[in-house]
Antibody, heavy 121, light 107 residues
């Protein structure tokens, strides 16, 4: 197994900020792209952002571009998602996910357990 | 953005029956399509990647086919643990996108 453990979720007011973390172990973290995917209550999966292994290349969904920033610390095998200007519609379970193939964006062969972010006043 | 449309939204079947799930892309994704299974309260699990390759540990009753814009996930004989929601996902273009899901429920 390849544990991915998210943390950092919680309740935040609209307009607020939160930083999610995803601690990885069991594989060469720097060799694989990592993504954040979210799932609003009772809804489907939404890909948000990806960062390739070196950390130099990132991609974002339009829904979060300019508000969320993905980053990674390969020395700590940890992935991050800085979320700013949060809105009610950002309420969801946030998953981190590992790309199956080194150098590829996806598919995602391992997922964390998810961390719940609730945006509400 | 490539839109993935999954149908039917819900499939009501009995254990032992064959399930056929469809995923249609708004433009070609070549063979860069994956399928995931998600059960309530769990993270998604990769089943099929690049249209027809079974992921590690996935039973042979799961198979995928298709290319371009039309894809199919087939479960040859449903086991009780197969009742879940299934999602397709493409990696041919940015942004990566998921389909809306098909729920396979017990009839």
């Amino acid at each position: 197994e390849v544990p991915l453990v998210e943390s950092g979720g919680g309740l935040v007011q609209p307009g607020g900020s939160l930083r999610l973390s995803c601690a990885a172990s069991g594989f060469t973290f720097s060799s694989y792209a990592m993504s954040w995917v979210r799932q609003a209550p009772g809804k489907g999966l939404e890909w948000l952002s990806l960062i390739f292994g070196s950390g130099e290349t990132t991609h974002y969904a339009d829904s979060v571009k300019g508000r969320f920033t993905i980053s990674r610390d390969n020395s700590k095998s940890t992935l991050y998602l800085q979320m700013n200007s949060l809105r009610a519609e950002d309420t969801a379970v946030y998953f981190c996910a590992k790309a199956k193939i080194s150098g590829s964006s996806s598919p995602f062969d391992f997922w964390g357990q998810g961390t719940l972010v609730t945006v509400s006043s | 953005e490539i839109v993935l449309t999954q149908f039917p939204a819900t499939l009501s079947l009995s254990p032992g029956e064959r399930a056929t799930l469809s995923c249609r892309a708004s433009q070609s994704v070549s063979s860069y399509l994956a399928w995931y299974q998600q059960k309530p309260g769990q993270s998604p699990r990769l089943l099929i990647y690049d249209a027809s390759n079974r992921a590690t540990g996935i039973p042979a009753r799961f198979s995928g086919s298709g290319s371009g814009t039309d894809f199919t996930l087939t479960i040859s004989s449903l086991e009780p643990e197969d009742f879940a929601v299934y999602y397709c996902q493409q990696r041919n273009n940015w942004p990566l996108t998921f389909g809306g899901g098909t729920k396979v429920e017990i009839k």
